[in-house]
């Protein structure tokens, strides 16, 4: 008993040198905030010296329309969540589901797309949003945004879909239930988990992009957070304190949507005992 505490001491004890090498900077950054003017990085005594208070964080929201850009960002992340998941279920549940052909060459372009940099995609994507006058609109945000997540989220959930068992549906076949009943009272609730983990990595990629919306976002007042980053980093790069407040603010939403889904986190044996033998 003692040598295999003893053993497990040194593991634990680098799990949390580990934790507080990742941390350190993090809380760092949020007691920067505290700081009524940093015009450089302050030193540490400084920042854990400072009063916690949300002067900074008022001062940040108020400023440079910070308010509609996030604002903007929740419109954008939330919608391209929406879609990008519900679509990608129904495509996921289509090739494990349906046969037709060209169905594995299907998935194989899929999976194609995913290696495809988005440096050498822009262009053909701007050409064709462009030519759907879509341009400087979310509605062509979305439309790549969208699109792009359905790949993924394909990929992922067809794997999941694939362990339901076949056996589960046979009662709503019996009642005269069709495919949208399975889909939607089988597949669905089955697969929570894996749609929770779909669902913060679609917000999360989608909140955090500023290549795609930096290219097809023109109007000022319809920009997303992360370029708003940008422009307020680029203005205010002398108070510390700001930056680190509006990046605080930023990453709210993210924390918010891992607590809510974290317990939807992909588990094995969900759908164990399903099905009696």
């Not at 400072?50 to 940040?60: F, G, H, K, Q, T």
């Not at 957070?225 to 939403?253: E, T």
Request: charged share 10%; no cysteine; proline share 5%.
């Amino acid at each position: 008993m003692k040598t295999s505490l003893l053993t497990k001491v040194p593991v634990y004890i680098i799990l949390l040198a580990g934790a507080g090498i990742f941390i350190a900077p993090f809380i760092y950054m949020i007691m920067t905030t505290f700081v009524d003017v940093a015009y450089s990085l302050p030193r540490p005594h400084e920042v854990f010296s400072a009063v916690p208070n949300l002067d900074n964080y008022e001062i940040v929201w108020n400023k440079n329309n910070f308010f509609r850009y996030f604002l903007n960002s929740l419109l954008v992340a939330g919608i391209t969540t929406l879609g990008s998941v519900f679509l990608g279920a129904l495509t996921a549940y289509s090739f494990v589901r349906f046969q037709f052909p060209g169905k594995e060459f299907l998935f194989r372009a899929f999976l194609i797309t995913m290696m495809i940099p988005l440096v050498l995609a822009i262009v053909p994507q701007f050409t064709v949003i462009q030519s759907l006058g879509l341009v400087n609109s979310y509605s062509g945000l979305w439309v790549l945004y969208i699109g792009g997540g359905v790949v993924g989220s394909t990929f992922f959930l067809r794997g999941f879909f694939e362990a339901v068992p076949r056996e589960l549906e046979e009662s709503i076949t019996m009642d005269g239930g069709g495919n949208w009943r399975i889909f939607w009272n089988i597949y669905l609730p089955l697969s929570k988990p894996a749609l929770g983990t779909m669902a913060i990595f679609s917000f999360s990629g989608t909140w955090d992009e500023y290549f795609v919306a930096l290219t097809l976002i023109k109007d000022e007042m319809l920009r997303t957070l992360p370029i708003a980053l940008m422009m307020f980093q680029g203005k205010y790069a002398s108070n510390w304190s700001w930056i680190f407040a509006a990046s605080v603010i930023a990453l709210i939403p993210i924390i918010i949507i891992y607590v809510v889904f974290q317990k939807r986190f992909v588990q094995s044996g969900s759908t164990e005992g399903g099905v009696k033998g």
